[in-house]
Each structure stands twice: as structure tokens, then as C-alpha cells.
């Protein structure tokens, strides 16, 4: 296949086969922009190279020499002659953007004659010498990888020596006596077509720099890839006050304004712009010492912008009052900037609403609904968890929930840090503004109430070791984090910082609203939400949650004034001390399902029957019993005695969902009189609740008969003697893999299914919800499994039973309806998985909705 193209012989689709940088020069260059010209060897080269052992095809050069008599014929010089002087730039390019990943090589081609020739043609000594060190300084360090310091050392130490302070009192001379002490430093090769070579293979091999595989990881870019190598010849912006060197957007990054915005340097390089030791200038500057080139330039931001119906990002040289293009592609953005622009375009006629959509990215959406902290201003890293709620937040250090309220009562923020949390902690993690734990994964305790209350949290940071004595939380590399200091999270990427690092503030804004709009107008998929009190289904259907799908009845009993009846009753001995805290929490089951009823007046609200992981309900401490003890009137004794009985050795797989019912089914009765009669005052109020009751953790059809018994009699009591008929729907979970494998025959007894792929994955996979944090992060590191299954479903194997059960039910009973409400309901991903499946609605947490209503309308279009 032919491995080297010049830029007249692609486009900018050949981003695969010539990287994104050298298929947008293509592009730019039948577009008849002012490009120096140059050549592409391609990023299947790349491959070859590897596969033969770091080795360069042997007709590579042959025909690499083809395009290079080309581009002299093209830009009127010769690479290696002295006489007429032309230089090569060398960079990397894969198809996917890297920034600063890979190497460079600039004014490659250049040995003593020819910097004497250059001197000559340009009859700029002092420049050509500059040049000439500059490159030898690059190629020592890029391609022969000896250490730049020591070069600019040498440097130093000649000004020092004749007193001058910087680069500019640098004469032709001086250049040339550097250039002598560094050519005693390295031992480079003088023939410009072994440097080019070399160049190329450097170019190759910096694919496999640390930096570039770190970047690669952390951006799921494929390690097969490989990179382009872009030769193009060399323009100086460093040639005079005529010339420079700039950058520039189409419009403007951080805020999205639709103006040309940019910054130059006079008499620059490329390299000195991007490097920041000179302060540049607003590109307005241009149009006032230069106005020719300006006006030329604005033309071509227009025209580029125009033809890529997207923001563009641009780097351009002048060299003695002539414009020249290096590159341009699709400008990174900021959240708020990427909605303003996608909005403005679909104004402009430039793009369609479609296209809008397909804009913006989940963590852009996310800059709308948390503060976030300032990508361009973090500080050290110093411990890495798992990103369990997005936003970023900033606080003192405590270690109790006690302690999270007190501090956070005398008006400084908090950032509450436990080897985990459970329902004890629910008031210090409602004041904390971050959550922080050294155990637990995606799905535990921590990360699904944080997520619920749209608080920044990081589970599973194993890089901490907490002591709750001494008030300390020490990572593995030493640095100590105290009760007190100041810390920063940012639980979109999981990291902990040091110190209160700048943060983005949250707001909607109309672009915003249009955005989420057109998404509604676009998808298929519903979208509710996962939500138990008032305050967090307000917030639902504000953010455009139509309806609940997931009401966890547990987590109503949170409460520290309702938490004690809640472990009374799983504490109690026997039936008639169930019954008294049963009786106590009809009463505030009912009063929260009428207050959910009104907020989600008309709307579905799906309520799961109680589904406590006991272990998170019991007393852990002998002081927990003591206290517990002190509160409801029980001896120690016989807490304790309760406490041991109902110990589990593995919770999750334990007494829980509906075989709490099979047992106690007196808890079912009460709640679905709770339930009913909530909705009846509801409907006696005028409203119209929608109540569908579903029951949890089945494993067969029998489980489901003898409950739904129970439900159906429930509600036919309280309708009786209320006289008033109430429209409700019974469901079930597909949580467990024997309940997706039977799926057709559970489904012809329910009228909804819901997808629980917390406990499904937890289940397919045999990894603990609660303890996966131990061990994930190994898998991840070494690439055992390609991601989280708590955060993004794994298609394979639970997609795959999920599929199974879709399929089966709905050849016995069409369209019966399909949801899902574990975490993956908020994940893009996952969501794309569930619209393809044919699924009616994705539940997930409330703030996660406006995210999921973009993705199920990027699922369909
Ligand atoms: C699930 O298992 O996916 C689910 C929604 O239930 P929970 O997270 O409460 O176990
Ligand atoms: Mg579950």
C-alpha cells in the first residue's frame, strides 16, 4: 500500500490513514489556503515499523524521496543544499488528537554549511545560527534522547560569562560559539537525510513514550493506533518584526462568545508561543502592524470554521508579512462554551439540532448541574479513588457525621472522609459538600446516596489509610491529611487534592434549556428518576425526570428520628414487637408517600418494597448497642443477642429484596397499606398518583405469585373501605441471573420489569457491591477487565441476560414494559445499550437525568 502522501493527495477523512494533523493540512491545501507544503507517511507505517521490530520498511525512504523532489519543486529550495537552503518541520500525528504527547522535530536539515547557507540566503546570520542550535538542541534531546538541561545549562553559562541577560543580546557569534560546545556534547549526524530518518523512526518510537501510553489510557485511545508523521517545510515566524507566530479559536473557548480570538508573538517561533516564557499579544495586535495579514487571517478562520461546521483551533506563522496555516482542528471547549456553540451553530444554519446534540459530551453537561473543578488550575494529585459522584467540592477534613454537622453549623464547608459510610452517616453526609472513603465501589452505600444527592464523592481510594483516633488520613506515598485541613475533591475523575483548588460554578443557562429541549424532541427512551424524598423528586422534575422508577423504601427510614424504629423491627424478637415499630412506620411510610404523590402528581412512581442489606441497618459497636439500647427501651443483651443472630457472611447474597417479604410478610402488608392509603388522600386531595409497587431480588415465579397475593390484598382492603379505586401496577426486579433466565415466565405475572444491574452485575460477575473497591482498581490497571461493570453495563455477559430476558418476556407478552434502575441508568454508555434493547425508560439519579436525556437522544439519532 502507499505509505507516503503529499498534501494534495488527501483529505481530511483520511484521519485513520494520515493522522488528524496531516488531514487537515490536506484538506487545508485543496481548500487553496497558504500552507507550506510537505509529505505524510501514514500511520499503517507506524504498525509495520513495530511489527518489524522498530525497523523502517526497506522501500519507505525510496519512496518517501519521491514526494520530497516534489515539495522542493513546490517551495523553490533543495533539503541539503547550502545554496538554497530548505528545512523540514517533523511531528507526529494520530488519528486520534494527543497534545503534546508525542515528539517534534523542527528545522530539521540543517549541518554547518548549510546554516552558513542559510546565513547567506536570508542574510539573517543571527537568525540562521539560532535556528541551527535550536535544532540541534531538539534533535539531541528528541531523537538521540540526551537531556535538554544540559544544553540550556551551557547556554547560561556562556551569558553569564559575557554578561548578557537574554536571547536577544545574543549575536550571530555567540550562536556559533554555543553551537561549538554543543556539538562537543553530541555527535550528531550532519547529513540531512540521516537526520531525517532518524526523525522519522523518533517520531514512531514516541508512541511509546510513558506520557503518550498514560494518555492513551486515560482516554481509551487504542494502543494499535499508531502515529502519521507529518513532514512540512519549515516558515520562521522568528525572522523579524514582519513575522510571528500565533494561536487562535474561531470563537471563544472558555465561554463559547462567537469571536475570533486569539494571541500572536512578534518574531517568534511556534515553539515560543506554546512555551509561555514571552507574553503574547491579542491577536488584534496583528491588525494594527499588520492589517493585511489579519484581514487574510480572519477571512480564513471564517472560511475554516465554515467548512468544518465546527469551532476550530488554529496555529499560523508569518514569516516577513506572509500568512501561512500549520494547523487546525475541532477546538477543545469548556461544558458551558461546547453547549453555547452547539446552540449558536443550529441559530447560524450551520448545523443541525441533530449534530448539536451529538456536541456535547456527558462531562459537559455535568459543568451545568455541579461546580467543577478548574481542569486548567489543579494542583498535585495526591490520592486517586473511584469517581463515584461528579462535581467537585472543597472543605475541612472531619471524620464523623457528628462531627461533618458541627463544623459545617459554624458555616465552613466540609468534606466528610470514612473507611465507608452507612445509613448512621445519612445527617453528616446531607451537610458534607464532599464524601470521601477509602472502601466501596460505584454501587455502594456511599457512591449511590451521594450520586442521590448530587454531592461530590470519591469510594474505593485503597490509597488511604484512615485513623479515626488520631484524626488522620495518610495515602501510601506519606502525605498526611489531617482533621481540619483543607482538601479538594473532584469526584469526576476521582482525584484528591491538597489546599482549596478553583472550581467552575454550576448554573443553567437558556442555551442549556434549548439544548436539553431538542434531546426531548429527538429520543425515545423515558427518562425518570431514582428518588425517595420530596426535596429530591422536586429536583427530579425540575431537571426533567417524567416520573420515578425507583423508590427505595429503605432509604426512607435514613432518618436519624425513623432509623431507631427501622432497627427496632429487624431487631425484634417476635412478631408483636415487629408489629409495634411496623405500626410506627406505617405512619411515616404514608406520610412520605403522599408527599411524594404530590410532587409527582400525574407521574409514575415506582415503589420497591423495603430491600435493606441488613448488615448497613445493624449496630456495629458495643456503644452503637449501648446508645441503640438507651433509645428504644431494649435490654443490651438482647440487642446484642439479635445483632449476632442476624450477622451475615455475605450480606449482599443474604436476607434481602422480597425474601424479607417471605418471611415478615407483615412488612409487605404494612407497606402497601402505606402505600394505597397515600394514594388515596393523594386522590382525595384531586391529585392523580400513580403508584406501581415492585418487589425486589426475585429468583422464580413462585416468590412473585405468593407476594403479588399479598399486594393485591393489601390494596383491596384499603380501596374497600376507603371506596375509592386507585390505578396501580405490579412489578418485579430483573436483578438476579435465574430471574433473567426465567423472564418469560415472571413477566406473565407482572405488568413491568425493571433492569436492577447493580446486584445483576454484582451477580454475573461475583464481585461484592461492597467490596470490589479492593481489588478494581487492579483489574482496571492491568487491563483484565476494559471497565468498571458498576459504572458502565457490561454488554457481554449482562447485556447478554438482559437481552435474554427482554427477548423471552416479550415473545410471551408483547410490549410489556421494560425499565432500568441500577446505576448504569444514568451511564451514556449503558444508555445507548438499554435504547438499542428496546427498553421503555432509564431511571437514574436525579441529577443524572438532563445527562441521560441527552444520551437516549444521542442514542437515536
Ligand atoms: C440494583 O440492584 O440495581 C438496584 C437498583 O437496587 P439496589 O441498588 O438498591 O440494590
Ligand atoms: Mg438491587
Redesign the pocket.
Known amino acids: 500500500a502507499k505509505r507516503v502522501y503529499l498534501f494534495n493527495e488527501g483529505s481530511k477523512d483520511d484521519r485513520d490513514l494520515l493522522g488528524g494533523k496531516g488531514a487537515n493540512l490536506c484538506e487545508m491545501t485543496t481548500l487553496g489556503l497558504p500552507v507550506p507544503f510537505g509529505f505524510i507517511i501514514t500511520a499503517p507505517t507506524c504498525r509495520e515499523f513495530f511489527e518489524a521490530g522498530n525497523k523502517l520498511p526497506p522501500l519507505l525512504e525510496q519512496e518517501y524521496r519521491v514526494a520530497l523532489d516534489l515539495v522542493e519543486k513546490q517551495m523553490d529550495a533543495r533539503f541539503g543544499d547550502p545554496d538554497d537552503p530548505l528545512l523540514f518541520s517533523v511531528r507526529s500525528g494520530a488519528a486520534v488528537s494527543m497534545p503534546g504527547m508525542m515528539n517534534t522535530v523542527l528545522n530539521l536539515g540543517l549541518n554547518d554549511d548549510i546554516a552558513a547557507g542559510l546565513a547567506r540566503k536570508t542574510g539573517n546570520p543571527r537568525f540562521a545560527y539560532d535556528c541551527y542550535r535550536r535544532f540541534i538542541q531538539m534533535f539531541a534531546d528528541v531523537v538521540m534522547g540526551i537531556d535538554g538541561e544540559q544544553f540550556e545549562h551551557e547556554i547560561e553559562r556562556y551569558k553569564t560569562a559575557h554578561g548578557k541577560q537574554n536571547d536577544v543580546e545574543m549575536s550571530a557569534e555567540d550562536w556559533q560559539e554555543i553551537i561549538r560546545v554543543y556539538k562537543g556534547l553530541v555527535n550528531f549526524p550532519e547529513d540531512p537525510f540521516q537526520q531525517l530518518k532518524m526523525a522519522v523512526e523518533a517520531v514512531f518510537l514516541s508512541w511509546h513514550t510513558p506520557r503518550a501510553y498514560v494518555y492513551r489510557e486515560m482516554n481509551n485511545i487504542p494502543e494499535t493506533l499508531g502515529t502519521a508523521v507529518t513532514v512540512q517545510a519549515m516558515v520562521f515566524g522568528n525572522f523579524g518584526d514582519t513575522s510571528g507566530s500565533g494561536v487562535a479559536f474561531t470563537r471563544n473557548p472558555s465561554n463559547g462568545d462567537p469571536l475570533f480570538f486569539g494571541e500572536f508573538l512578534f518574531n517568534a517561533a511556534g515553539e515560543d508561543v506554546v512555551a509561555g516564557t514571552r507574553t503574547p499579544l491579542p491577536v488584534s495586535a496583528l491588525q494594527e502592524r499588520l492589517p493585511a495579514v489579519y484581514d487574510e487571517l480572519y477571512t480564513t478562520q471564517a472560511l475554516l470554521e465554515h467548512h468544518y461546521r465546527d469551532m476550530q483551533d488554529l496555529e499560523f506563522t508569518v514569516q516577513e508579512g506572509r500568512l501561512y496555516m500549520l494547523q487546525t482542528r475541532s477546538g477543545k471547549r469548556t461544558g458551558r462554551a461546547s453547549v453555547k456553540i452547539a446552540v449558536d451553530m443550529v441559530r447560524e444554519g450551520l448545523i443541525t439540532e441533530k449534530e448539536a446534540l451529538m456536541r456535547v459530551s456527558p462531562e459537559h453537561v455535568e459543568s451545568f448541574l455541579h461546580p467543577m473543578v478548574d481542569p486548567a488550575r489543579k494542583t498535585e494529585i495526591v490520592a486517586t479513588g473511584l469517581p463515584a459522584s461528579p462535581g467537585g467540592a472543597t472543605g475541612r477534613i472531619v471524620f464523623s457525621a457528628e462531627e461533618a454537622v458541627e463544623v459545617a453549623a459554624g458555616g465552613d464547608s466540609v468534606i466528610l472522609v470514612r473507611r465507608e459510610t452507612t445509613p448512621e452517616d445519612i445527617h453528616g453526609m446531607k451537610v458534607a459538600a464532599g464524601i470521601l472513603t477509602e472502601l466501596g465501589g460505584m454501587?455502594s452505600h456511599a457512591a449511590?446516596v451521594a450520586r442521590g444527592m448530587g454531592v461530590c464523592a470519591i469510594t474505593g481510594c485503597g490509597a488511604l489509610t484512615i485513623n479515626y483516633a488520631e484524626g488522620t488520613a495518610t495515602t501510601d506515598a506519606g502525605v498526611v491529611m489531617r482533621r481540619g485541613d483543607v482538601i479538594t475533591l473532584d469526584g469526576t475523575a476521582g482525584e484528591v487534592m491538597l489546599g482549596d483548588v478553583p472550581k467552575t460554578e454550576a448554573s443553567s443557562s437558556d442555551d442549556f434549556q434549548t439544548l436539553l429541549s431538542w434531546a426531548d424532541k429527538h429520543r425515545r427512551l423515558k427518562v425518570r428518576a431514582?428518588a425517595e424524598t420530596p426535596e429530591d423528586a422536586a429536583k427530579a422534575l425540575e431537571l426533567g425526570a417524567e416520573g420515578i422508577g425507583?423508590c427505595?423504601t429503605?432509604h426512607m427510614f435514613f432518618e436519624a428520628d425513623r432509623i431507631d424504629q427501622m432497627r427496632g423491627m429487624i431487631l425484634a424478637a417476635n412478631r408483636e414487637e415487629r408489629q409495634h415499630y411496623l405500626d410506627q412506620l406505617l405512619t411515616y411510610q404514608e406520610e412520605d408517600m403522599l408527599a411524594l404523590f404530590r410532587v409527582m402528581n400525574g407521574l409514575p412512581v415506582t415503589v420497591?418494597l423495603l430491600?435493606p442489606?441488613l448488615h448497613e441497618f445493624l449496630p456495629h459497636t458495643e456503644d452503637d448497642m449501648a446508645a441503640l439500647s438507651q433509645r428504644i427501651g431494649k435490654p443490651v443483651a438482647a440487642i446484642r443477642e439479635m445483632t449476632e443472630s442476624l450477622q451475615e457472611v455475605n450480606p449482599m447474597l443474604g436476607f434481602?429484596?422480597c425474601r424479607l417479604s417471605i418471611v415478615y410478610p407483615e412488612i409487605t402488608e404494612m407497606q402497601v397499606k402505606a402505600i394505597i392509603s397515600a394514594a388515596v388522600r393523594a386522590t382525595e386531595e384531586g391529585l392523580r398518583p400513580h403508584p406501581e409497587i415492585m418487589i425486589?431480588?426475585v429468583v422464580n415465579v413462585r416468590e412473585i405469585r405468593l407476594i403479588s397475593k399479598i399486594i393485591d390484598r393489601g390494596i383491596q382492603a384499603v380501596m374497600q373501605e376507603k371506596h375509592v379505586s386507585i390505578p396501580y401496577k405490579i412489578g418485579t426486579?430483573m436483578?438476579t441471573p435465574r430471574a433473567t433466565l426465567g423472564a418469560d415466565r415472571l413477566a406473565a405475572e407482572v405488568e413491568f420489569m425493571?433492569?436492577?444491574?447493580?446486584?445483576?452485575?454484582?451477580m454475573t460477575y461475583g464481585f461484592s457491591?461492597d467490596d470490589v473497591g479492593k481489588f478494581l482498581p487492579q483489574y482496571l490497571e492491568k487491563k483484565l477487565v476494559e471497565q468498571d461493570p458498576f459504572v458502565s453495563l457490561d454488554t457481554r455477559a449482562v447485556g447478554r441476560l438482559m437481552e435474554i430476558a427482554v427477548t423471552e418476556s416479550r415473545a410471551r407478552k408483547p410490549g410489556i414494559k421494560y425499565g432500568i434502575?441500577?446505576?448504569?441508568g444514568g451511564d451514556p454508555l449503558s444508555i445507548q445499550f438499554c435504547h438499542d434493547l428496546g427498553l421503555d425508560y432509564v431511571s437514574c439519579s436525579p441529577f443524572r437525568v438532563p445527562v441521560a436525556r441527552i444520551a437516549a437522544a444521542q442514542a437515536k439519532v
Open positions: 454501587t449511590v431514582n425507583l427505595r429503605e420497591r430491600d442489606p434481602r429484596g425486589p431480588l426486579m436483578e425493571s433492569f436492577g444491574t447493580n446486584d445483576l452485575t454484582q457491591r434502575c441500577g446505576e448504569h
